[in-house]
T-cell receptor, first 114, second 116 residues
Framework: NAGVTQTPKFQVLKTGQSMTLQCAQD?????MSWYRQDPGMGLRLIHY???????DQGEVPNGYNVSRSTTEDFPLRLLSAAPSQTSVYFC?????????????FGDGTRLSIL | AQKITQTQPGMFVQEKEAVTLDCTYD???????LFWYKQPSSGEMIFLIY??????QNATEGRYSLNFQKARKSANLVISASQLGDSAMYFC?????????????FGKGTTLSVSS
């Protein structure tokens, strides 16, 4: 079972470069989300989607874009990378957006911005 | 504001012993879910156990159980018969309808070290 697949696992960028972090799930989950994990700050929500064609901002959306053209895929785009975006990025999905739905996470992407 | 507090930065336990990881939460919403995740040194986030605010009984999943005390707003994770592979960071998290995006709200985590 693939679950939630994130690519790449590691990436180093220069300030100002753009890139897309890929996320795909094969569980037919309607809800997908992106978090970033920083030391001492836990995980914080960047963007989320409750279904294909529907996205919204989370707690820390600045500098990131998302789109959801299919149920399976939810890519995260860094528009112009900044050192403050150095972090570990997790994609997560759940069957729905209910409070009783556990979110299942990908293995993460470790991103360094120089 | 909704919040998760994990007061133990690190815990140490010997193999085969039980250990309790503390979690308290703060919300005024009557509907919420509480989750525990394990993050080993390899970095992935693994879902362990779930407890709903309306559940009457404590959740159990194999060696994991959740000691849910609603009046005290606590949701402690109990790991029985610890194994070396249990060494990891453990996060308590909450999900509820009034949170933007029904996002998970995480605590800062507890590092568990299991020794032989």
């Amino acid at each position: 079972n693939a679950g939630v697949t994130q690519t790449p696992k590691f990436q180093v960028l220069k300030t100002g470069q753009s890139m897309t972090l890929q996320c795909a799930q094969d569980m037919n989950h309607e809800y997908m989300s992106w978090y970033r994990q920083d030391p001492g700050m836990g995980l914080r929500l960047i963007h989320y989607s409750v279904g294909a064609g529907i996205t919204d901002q989370g707690e820390v959306p600045n500098g990131y874009n998302v789109s959801r053209s299919t149920t399976e895929d939810f890519p995260l785009r860094l528009l112009s990378a900044a050192p403050s975006q150095t972090s570990v990025y997790f994609c997560a999905s759940s069957y729905g957006s209910g409070f009783n739905q556990p979110q299942h996470f990908g293995d993460g992407t470790r991103l360094s911005i120089l | 504001a909704q919040k998760i507090t994990q007061t133990q930065p690190g815990m140490f336990v010997q193999e085969k012993e039980a250990v309790t990881l503390d979690c308290t939460y703060d919300t005024s919403d009557p509907s919420y879910g509480l989750f525990w995740y394990k993050q080993p040194s390899s970095g992935e986030m693994i879902f362990l156990i779930y407890q709903g605010s309306y559940d009457q009984q404590n959740a159990t999943e194999g060696r994991y159980s959740l000691n849910f005390q609603k009046a005290r707003k606590s949701a402690n994770l109990v790991i029985s018969a610890s194994q070396l592979g249990d060494s990891a960071m453990y996060f308590c998290a909450m999900r509820h309808p009034s949170q933007a995006g029904t996002a998970l709200i995480f605590g800062k985590g507890t590092t568990l070290s299991v020794s032989s």
